[in-house]
């Protein structure tokens, strides 16, 4: 089965911290994604990467950056956590099935608190 | 992509087929359906994906209208473990791979 992983399952962080959440998946899907999920609103994306060191912003790219430096691992990024960066955030990777169907994995998630 | 409608929650007892119907009015020729849900703390899972034939895996089975502008889910004998929030998600094939999530069905099962 493909793994997704994410580094931390809690985060607090203080406002105005640099935060990194990271992601590593091991069946060498070509698509990574970062989604966030609050109560109300669904999964929103933030970023999605295609291949190394390539990057899509999302619906809700502020406040937020991604790195792409292998095929395994990406990495969101919070330059300056603020309260309302508080949230679940989620990661996955996809496959591209033969017929151009698209399957996301992901992994269980990483609940930051940012007081 | 074609937007998709699901009501907010069902009840379903343990034991029972429970349907969940979504609507994409909207759908294009070329965009298939999938099938999410997420259980509570959990990242969402895969559950099954159409384009214009009924399919059915170990999970579920998915029946897409004739016409493609709705299609359902069937969970053949829900138990305990299948209380999730499920989505119906509709995207076109071999393009930019994001996926778009709604706020999805609330399904819970009942003893």
């Known amino acids: 089965d493909v793994k997704v992983t994410q580094s931390s399952r809690y985060l607090v962080k203080r406002t105005g911290e640099k935060v990194f959440l990271e992601c590593v998946q091991d069946?060498?899907?070509?698509?990574m994604f970062w989604y966030r999920q609050d109560p109300g609103l669904g999964l929103r994306l933030i970023y999605f990467?295609?291949?190394?060191?390539?990057?899509e912003k999302g619906d809700i790219p502020e406040g937020y950056s991604v790195s792409r430096e292998k095929k395994e691992r990406f990495s969101l990024i919070l330059e300056s956590a603020s309260t309302n960066q508080t949230s679940m955030y989620l990661c996955?990777?996809?496959?591209?099935?033969?017929?151009?169907?698209?399957?996301?994995?992901f992994g269980a998630g990483s609940r930051l608190t940012v007081l | 992509d074609a937007k998709t409608t699901q009501p907010p929650s069902m009840d379903c007892a343990e034991g029972r087929a429970a349907n969940l119907p979504c609507n994409h009015s909207?759908?294009?020729?070329?965009?298939?359906v999938y099938w999410y849900r997420q259980i509570h703390s959990q990242g969402p899972q895969y559950i099954i994906h159409?384009?214009?034939n009924n399919e059915t895996n170990e999970m579920a089975s998915l029946i897409i209208t004739e016409d493609r502008k709705s299609s359902t889910l069937i969970l053949p004998h829900a138990t305990l473990r299948d209380t999730a929030v499920y989505y119906c998600?509709?995207?076109?094939?071999?393009?930019?791979?994001?996926?778009?999530f709604g706020t999805g069905t609330r399904l819970q099962v009942f003893p």
């Open positions: 996955a990777s996809s496959f591209r099935t033969a017929s151009g169907a698209n399957v996301l994995t």
């Open positions: 069946m060498d899907h070509e698509n």
């Open positions: 990467s295609y291949d190394v060191k390539m990057k």
């Open positions: 909207t759908i294009s020729g070329n965009e298939y």
């Open positions: 159409g384009l214009k």
């Open positions: 998600i509709v995207r076109v094939a071999y393009n930019t791979d994001k996926l778009i």
